[in-house]
């Protein structure tokens, strides 16, 4: 055995001793991700809910992990119940959920955020209504008035504006400094109707092992009628756990899986280092972003979408005279254009001319011109200076 070798073999060991010691005095840390996962243990989980849930559903529940779109393609259904959960659903499988609806089923959506054109469909517009810390959900039936549940770890504060007419409330986000908002609604559709709720955490491990908080859970399910449910769990999430996750779950395999990964580079640079001859030379990597941002403009402007456009300036507009100016920009009002002209010093007529236009960026039912965006996007920028 040279001497080389020799070093080499110390050093790796040396390494890989003080890898093992790190590990097994490393600390368990929560994983506070929201990932909504039916198998998951962790605090925003599904584990607890998907344990549950033949129970909740008297045992009619039957969970699809398929597509909607090809499961009613290949399946043909008397009305049923159709339970949607934080889930990533495709266009075509919309229009058939909205189908059986409309033929008399009934859909729960327990999700932040709709996709546009199904949420205009169905007859609202999701946005985001709280920016609290905690807040408690209640329902407005007064039977289930003494259920509520109270967030008090990363509320998500999406709710429901626009509303049309006929649309039913059946819950709200209560918080002590602002009004009452929507957050869970009934929609008629059809022959069947629409039930959706914009705050998923409450069905999450952390919130339904709190005690009384699964009363609330029970009355939201409860307006579903008593017969057959479909729940459409993610469609990858058997083959989303590849082996990597039982390597990393196990504290002995792990340490052997970080010990080869060391080996492995140790060898690499060590191997690298005694073949090594000419370093080519390496361009440094060209700043992309201004191109990026070219690109995603290029892209809208070939859309024409410039409706969305305006709203996403507006939007980022409000979120930096919230930040930068202290204002609160709740209600876009005469009061807003006064505390605006006080902070900026810019004349009166421009703050009223660029809240107007916010106003239209903020309504889904205006009709916004190519002008429009290019007056708001000027006018926007020159109160900021």
Same mark, same amino acid.
């Given at each position: ?52 849930? &033949? ?7 039957? *969970? ?12 043909? =259904? ?5 339970? #949607? ?11 058939? #959920? ?25 007859? %609202? ?27 008090? !770890? %990363? +509320?998500?504060? *999406? ?17 002590? *400094? ?9 929609? &008629? ?88 001859? #000419?370093? +080519? ?24 979408? %410039? ?5 996403? !300036? ?24 006064? &505390?605006?002209?006080? &902070?900026?010093? *810019? +004349? ?10 916010? =106003? ?15 007056? #708001? ?7 900021? !200076?």
């Amino acid at each position: 055995m040279n001497k080389t070798f020799r070093i080499y073999a110390v050093i790796f060991i040396v390494v890989m001793v003080i890898l093992a010691l790190l590990e097994v005095n490393k600390k368990e840390t929560t994983d506070w991700r929201k990932n909504f996962d039916i198998n998951e243990k962790s605090p925003f989980g599904l584990f607890v809910f998907n344990n549950e849930a &033949k129970d909740l559903f008297k045992n009619h529940l039957k *969970k699809i992990d398929r597509a909607p779109y090809e499961y009613y393609s290949q399946n043909k =259904k008397e009305v049923h119940n159709i339970v #949607i959960i934080e889930n990533n659903i495709d266009t075509e499988s919309w229009k058939k #959920i909205m189908d059986q609806v409309s033929k008399g089923s009934d859909a729960m959506l327990v999700m932040n955020l709709m996709p546009k054109e199904i949420a205009d469909s169905i007859g %609202f517009h999701s946005s985001d209504i709280s920016f609290e810390d905690e807040n408690v959900l209640k329902l407005t039936d007064k039977k289930y008035r003494n259920d509520f549940i109270q967030l008090d !770890k %990363f +509320p998500s504060g *999406k709710g429901f504006s626009f509303i049309k007419p006929g649309v039913e409330v059946l819950g709200k986000t209560v918080e002590r *400094k602002n009004t009452d908002q929507a957050n869970f609604i009934k929609v &008629k559709f059809g022959k069947g109707n629409f039930y959706v709720h914009s705050e998923p955490l409450f069905l999450t491990n952390y919130y339904l092992l709190k005690p009384g908080n699964v009363r609330y859970a029970q009355d939201v399910f409860s307006y579903l009628q008593d017969r057959e449910t479909l729940w459409f769990v993610e469609n990858d999430t058997k083959a989303s756990r590849f082996f990597m996750r039982f390597v990393l779950g196990n504290p002995a395999l792990k340490y052997a899986w970080w010990i080869f990964l060391g080996g492995l580079i140790l060898f690499i640079f060590f191997n690298a280092k005694r073949k090594q001859r #000419i370093v +080519p030379v390496i361009e440094p990597l060209r700043n992309t972003s201004l191109d990026f941002v070219k690109s995603i403009g290029n892209l809208y402007l070939q859309e024409g979408d %410039f409706h969305d456009m305006m709203a996403k !300036k507006a939007q980022y507009f409000l979120n930096k005279v919230r930040m930068d100016l202290l204002i609160d920009t709740q209600n876009i009002d005469e009061e807003l254009a006064k &505390k605006l002209q006080l &902070k900026t010093g *810019k +004349p009166m007529e421009m703050i009223n001319e660029a809240i107007n236009l916010i =106003k239209r960026a903020q309504d889904p039912y205006a009709s916004v011109m190519k002008e429009d965006l290019a007056r #708001i996007n000027k006018l926007l920028d020159e109160l900021l !200076k």
